[in-house]
């Protein structure tokens, strides 16, 4: 009953083993039937195609038929993970707009966290470059490198952004390349911290150390 939308976002030309593509969100063309891009400074469009997706880690990587979008560009090269207190820079095009938008901030924090975009709990890197809509898939730098890809940033909070981690990007890549993409494995438990001195007596568990979890269920037909 919904009409078609549209939405823009960010991208990067990197370098595969299949040739120059472009690492993007999988937000950005989530349900899309028509996927275009442009270079920055250039007017012109050209069509993309969805080589691979992955939803879980909100990456997707594009390739075009045209390899013209490619003349004159040198692919970045993807870095390591980033040390707490790293500069870093993102790159974009938050709320739209025409020419390159770049912020400056600083690696606040490294950890597994929610990806918004399908509630998975992955490694993450916070930092706190101002991160908008539109700045989706854009390139996170640091050293001249990519180590992040912008996805989502806090509401509640200000300065606050997050980027996906590097070895989620190389995990990303190199199962793409593989074929078939098969994504992140799960445990298919539930676990939940027996942190409660209370909890533990329950349990009749000897000690009195608050180490340790309780499996609260497990996935139908899991490992």
């Known amino acids: 009953t919904q009409g078609a939308t549209t939405s823009a976002g960010s991208g990067v030309v990197i370098e595969t083993p299949k040739g120059p593509r472009i690492l993007t969100n999988a937000h950005c063309i989530e349900h899309h039937v028509f ?24 990456l997707a990587l594009l390739n075009l038929e045209d390899p013209e979008f490619f003349s ?17 820079s993102v790159c974009g095009f938050p709320i739209g707009g025409e020419r390159l938008s770049i912020t400056n901030g600083v690696i606040s924090r490294i950890e597994v966290i929610c990806y ?8 993450g890197v916070q930092l706190d470059a101002a991160i908008n809509s539109g700045n989706s898939g854009g390139p996170v730098l640091s050293k001249e490198k990519v180590v992040g890809i912008a996805f989502q940033a806090l509401d509640e909070a200000e300065q606050i952004g997050y980027m996906i981690a590097a070895p989620v990007i190389q995990h990303f890549l190199e199962d793409a390349q593989n074929g078939a993409y098969r994504g992140f494995p799960s445990l298919g438990i539930n676990t939940q911290s027996l942190e409660s ?10 000690g009195k150390s608050r ?12 490992s």
């Open 72 to 88: 004159g560009i040198t692919p970045l090269p993807l870095g390591p993970l980033p040390n707490l207190g790293d500069d870093a």
């Open 197 to 206: 001195s209370a909890h533990r007596a329950h349990l009749q568990l000897p």
């Open 35 to 58: 996927v275009e891009v442009r270079r920055y400074g250039n007017a012109q469009k050209f069509v993309a195609q969805v080589e691979a997706v992955g939803h879980e880690c909100d």
């Open 116 to 123: 918004a975009h399908s509630q998975r709990q992955l490694l």
């Open 211 to 222: 180490r340790g979890i309780i499996i609260t269920q497990v996935a139908y037909e899991g």
